[in-house]
């Protein structure tokens, strides 16, 4: 890389120091205030206080010599120092633009068990500890850090819970640590990261909205342009990996998007790439095996769950369908292989079979509200759909699983970090999932035959039973998964017609929203009070 910036001085790799040399030694902001800079990585905690920009200087040795995946990733020393001379503002000529510099090495993977890769010198006490292939080209990062406090959320809050609580607690603490990695070195992920987080950050503030769309399109105008100068398989995961990000922010506007649908059918073309090479390299799946079931369980996560935030109502897409049908096929054979353990799966918690059901039904009801759905389907799925549960969710009596709950303090979603023993808690989400469809399809089942009101409630009585309880035994304060629950509390919203069951969802609803700072779960709320206003226009 370029001469190092000037003023900085060559110091060794970063570790903690003793107090009396951490005025010299942690970030550039600390120095010039002559504070003691705890050396907390990224951003240190006198900067987050304090609101300011946390600037580290740039590392003389940050290049790395590991050749790398695709021409697209590499960049020159000339490169590199020139784009940090241009960096300018249209603002005050006094303002100062600091880099934001990013740390060495970076991971695609959660996963640290896959493969281990030392540094050249061999000590790895000070290096980052998740390192692992395929690795990416080191340089550094010119990235515009507007608000501390926001990357800071990023960082602690956002990114790690984008897995499931009740996968394995290393996996989550790895896939934190390889997100942010990737972050580091892709600007537009991080800008996609950024944008998810300040939407989410604080409720109706403008400065954090604006911020977000700023970072919204700068996601994706650099992806755009990070594609057309590199179609390598490395370039397409990273993509990928966004644009499902990307999804998130726009299940939280606030006002009908077309961008999810958009971004799903990005997706699926991304994926239907990935597997052509794939095709061509038989080995690349069992290097990416982790990187693979996260990307193809999100996949499959959004395509199935987020048609409720589509708009218009969305149809069935032959290229989707076949991507989803292609990670459903993938996933299915990585279970088989012993590589992924559905209960604590990162973001599924269950068969891939089960989100193909959900999917199904969701598009049957986007045809119903369409009035252009066939009930002789229904009355199919419906039949299917549970056959499937009895068969793969072995004795999952709810009252059964309610009853091992001492309280409704107790959140059953994550009783497999204290029980794993409890073998019927670990289907709690297979077992919310399959309540979901099936209580969607008996509503359309009967409201094709004309039954409303309190003849629809008792024809649906022993399904909003069972899931109630359900409903009641999940805690916002300790399941931070919100996203997971958005399409079953929908399919429940749509199903009842009672003001006081409407107040008892609509409380967990907000709760979710208070607790987490879910955009979807805010979303839904929305979406659920027109949709029940709108009932009761039609009855008044």
Known sequence: MGEPLEGVKNYRKPRRRPAHLRTKTGCLTCRQRKKKCDENPVVCHNCVRRKIDCIWPAKPDSTSNVPSPSAGLSITPESAHSDRDGLRTTGDEDEKIYPYISPTSASLSPVSAIRGVEGDDGDDDDELPLVVSPQLTTFSLNTRIHSPPLFDYMRRVFVPQLVRPATDGQYIKDFTSGSLQVANHIPFFMEALLACSAAEIKENDPFHRTLAETHYIKAIGGMRAYLAQDQSPLAEIIALRTVLVLCIYERTRLHHSEGVSTHLYGAAALLKSCWKRMEVSRSMPADWTAT?????????????????????????????????????????????????????????????????????????????????????????????????????????????????????????????????????????????????????????????????????????????????????????????????????????????????????????????????????????????????????????
């Open 292 to 540: 693979s079931i996260l990307t193809l369980e999100s996949f499959m996560f959004h395509v199935a769950t987020s048609i409720p935030f589509q708009y218009p109502f969305p149809t069935s897409s032959a290229l989707v369908d076949e991507a989803f049908l292609n990670a459903q096929l993938m996933l299915e054979r990585l279970w088989l292989e012993n590589a992924v353990d559905y209960p604590h799966s990162p973001v599924l918690g269950a068969p891939p079979m089960l989100f193909s059901y959900v999917r199904q039904v969701a598009l049957m009801y986007s045809q119903y509200r369409a009035q252009r759905f066939d009930v002789r389907e229904c009355h199919r799925l419906d039949h299917d759909l549970r056959r499937w549960s009895d068969e793969n969710i072995p004795d999952s009596d709810t009252v059964n699983i309610v009853g091992a709950a001492d309280t409704a303090d107790t959140s059953l979603s994550l009783s497999l970090l204290t029980d794993p023993q409890n073998a019927s808690q670990s289907f709690f989400g297979p077992k919310l999932y399959s309540l979901a469809a099936r209580l969607l399809l008996k509503y359309m089942i009967a409201h094709s035959s004309g039954l409303r009101g309190q003849h629809l409630s008792q024809h649906l009585s022993s399904l909003l039973s069972e899931f109630m309880l359900l409903v009641r035994f999940i805690e916002p304060a300790v399941d931070y998964f919100a996203e997971y629950y958005a399409w079953p509390f929908y399919c429940l919203g749509v199903c009842i017609n009672d003001a006081q069951t409407q107040d008892l969802l609509m409380n967990k609803i907000m709760a979710f929203w208070k607790m987490t700072r879910n955009g979807t779960m805010r979303r839904l709320a929305d979406i659920l009070t027109q949709d029940w206003n709108a009932l009761s226009n039609d009855t008044g």
